[in-house]
C-alpha cells in the first residue's frame, strides 16, 4: 500500500513538464538536482533552532529587555476558585451575560465579582511586554541574517536581474551548495515557529498566520521537489526585506520610543507595500504564470505553485489593508496606533466606563459632592439653612 501510494505521489507528470521524466534528472557526480529526501533535514535542523531560540531569549534577549527598560505590568491575579477555574478552562474565556448571572449564583458571588474574576485571569494568560520583546529580538535576528544571506547568495545569480533567467534550462538546472543551504535555514525557521506556535504571542490573526506558515511550507517544500528554486528564492528574500523593518518596529515600541518607533513603521509600511503588492505580483507571480509559459506547457506543478503563490498574495492583501488603515490613522493622529493584530489588555477601568455609559444612557447624572442640606425643593426655591441671617446681623434660629 505504501509503495503505491509511494509511486503514486512522485508520478513525473504531477512535478515535471511534459517531455520531461525522472531519468532525465539523474544526478552525475559534476551536476546535482534537490532530492526531496534533503527536506527531512529541515526536522532536527527546526529543533536546533529552537534550542538556540530558548537560549538566545533567556542570555540575551531578557537580560537586555531589563537593561533597555521594558517592565511588565504588574496584573492583579484572580483569586482561587474551582468552580470558575473549570468553566474558564473547559468552556468559555469570555462568558455571555447570562453564563455571568448563573456562575454566580452557582458560587455566591455578585456578577461584577464573577465578570472581574474572568477579566483578571484573562490578563494572566495574556503574555508579558518582556516576552513579546524577546519574540521580536529573535525574529529580527533571524529576518536579518536571512535577508542578508539571501542577497549574498543571489548578488551574482542571473535570475536577481533578469527574471526570465528562472526557466534557461529548466527544469534541469544543478543545485548548487549556497542555494540549498539557504533553502535549508529558510525552510526549518518556518518549521520552528510551526512548532513554536502554542507557546508563542497569540495575535488577532492567528488562523492567518497558521494559513501563512502552512503555505510557505508547502511552498518552499513543493518549489524545491520541483527544482523551483530560482523562483524560491525571489520569494524569499522579497519576504525577508519587509520583515526587517517589522521587528525593530515592535523593538521600539516596547520600549516607549515613540518617534523612532513611527519612523521604523512609516520604513516597514513603505517597503512591506512595495514589496508584497508590487515587486512581488510582478517579480513572482508574473514570472511563473507567462514567462514560464515560454519553456514549457502547463501541468500539475504549474498550477500547483501558482496557487500556493495566489494564497500568499491574498495574505499580503489582507496585512496590508491592516497597515494602510493603521498609516491612515498615523496621519490624522500623529502617532502610532497600537498593533490591530495585538490582544489589548483589559483593566477594572473598562468596568468603570460600561457603568458611566448605562448612566448616561438612562439620562442619570450623579453627583459626589452633595449633602442632605443642598437640595433642590419641588417648588423650585432655593434651600434653607436652619438659620437665617437678619439684617441686624442677628440669628434667628428656625
Not at 29 to 55: N, T
Not at 80 to 108: H, V, W
Not at 275 to 304: A, C, D, H, K, W
Amino acid at each position: 500500500m505504501a509503495r503505491s501510494l509511494n509511486e503514486w505521489l512522485w508520478q513525473h507528470e504531477f512535478w515535471l513538464p511534459p517531455g520531461i521524466t525522472w531519468e532525465d534528472m539523474q544526478e552525475s557526480e559534476d551536476v546535482h538536482y534537490p532530492q526531496p529526501r534533503d527536506l527531512l533535514l529541515s526536522i532536527p535542523f527546526a529543533l536546533i533552532l529552537v534550542v538556540i531560540r530558548c537560549a538566545f531569549e533567556r542570555a540575551i534577549a531578557l537580560p537586555l529587555s531589563s537593561k533597555l527598560g521594558v517592565r511588565d505590568k504588574q496584573r492583579p491575579k484572580a483569586q482561587p476558585n474551582p468552580m470558575l477555574e473549570t468553566f474558564y478552562s473547559t468552556r468559555c474565556k469570555n462568558p455571555e451575560e447570562g453564563e455571568l448571572i448563573s456562575l454566580a449564583k452557582q458560587c455566591d458571588l455578585p456578577v461584577r465579582k464573577v465578570e472581574r474574576w474572568f477579566r483578571h485571569r484573562r490578563n494572566t494568560d495574556r503574555p508579558s511586554l518582556s516576552k513579546k520583546f524577546c519574540e521580536a529580538c529573535w525574529r529580527f535576528t533571524f529576518y536579518i541574517t536571512s535577508f542578508f544571506t539571501g542577497l549574498a547568495v543571489l548578488y551574482d545569480k542571473p535570475w536577481l536581474w533578469d527574471h526570465r533567467e528562472c526557466w534557461t534550462g529548466y527544469p534541469q538546472q544543478p543545485l548548487q551548495p549556497s542555494l540549498f543551504w539557504y533553502y535549508l535555514l529558510e525552510l526549518s525557521f518556518y518549521w520552528s515557529l510551526v512548532f513554536t506556535l502554542p507557546f508563542d504571542v497569540k495575535r488577532k490573526d492567528f488562523k492567518e498566520q497558521i494559513v501563512h506558515h502552512a503555505a510557505t511550507i508547502f511552498l518552499i517544500s513543493f518549489s524545491y521537489c520541483a527544482n523551483y528554486i530560482r523562483i524560491g528564492t525571489l520569494v524569499m528574500v522579497i519576504h525577508d526585506a519587509s520583515d526587517c523593518f517589522l521587528e525593530p518596529t515592535k523593538i521600539f515600541n516596547y520600549m516607549k520610543w515613540k518617534k523612532t518607533c513611527d519612523s521604523l513603521f512609516m520604513i516597514f509600511s513603505a517597503v512591506f507595500l512595495i514589496s508584497r503588492l508590487v515587486i512581488f505580483p510582478y517579480t513572482v507571480l508574473y514570472n511563473t504564470y507567462y514567462y514560464s509559459m515560454e519553456i514549457f506547457q502547463p501541468f500539475f506543478g504549474y498550477y500547483f505553485v501558482n496557487a500556493l503563490l495566489i494564497i500568499l498574495q491574498l495574505l499580503h492583501i489582507f496585512w496590508s489593508c491592516l497597515i494602510i488603515h493603521m498609516v491612515y490613522k498615523f496621519i490624522l493622529q500623529g502617532t502610532m496606533e497600537k498593533d490591530m493584530r495585538s490582544d489589548t489588555e483589559e483593566s477594572d477601568k473598562d468596568e468603570e466606563r460600561e457603568k458611566i455609559r448605562e448612566k448616561e444612557k438612562n439620562g442619570i447624572t450623579y453627583f459626589s459632592n452633595v449633602t442632605s442640606n443642598n437640595y433642590i425643593q419641588r417648588n423650585g426655591s432655593e434651600p434653607l439653612n436652619n438659620r437665617t441671617h437678619l439684617t441686624n446681623g442677628h440669628v434667628k434660629e428656625r
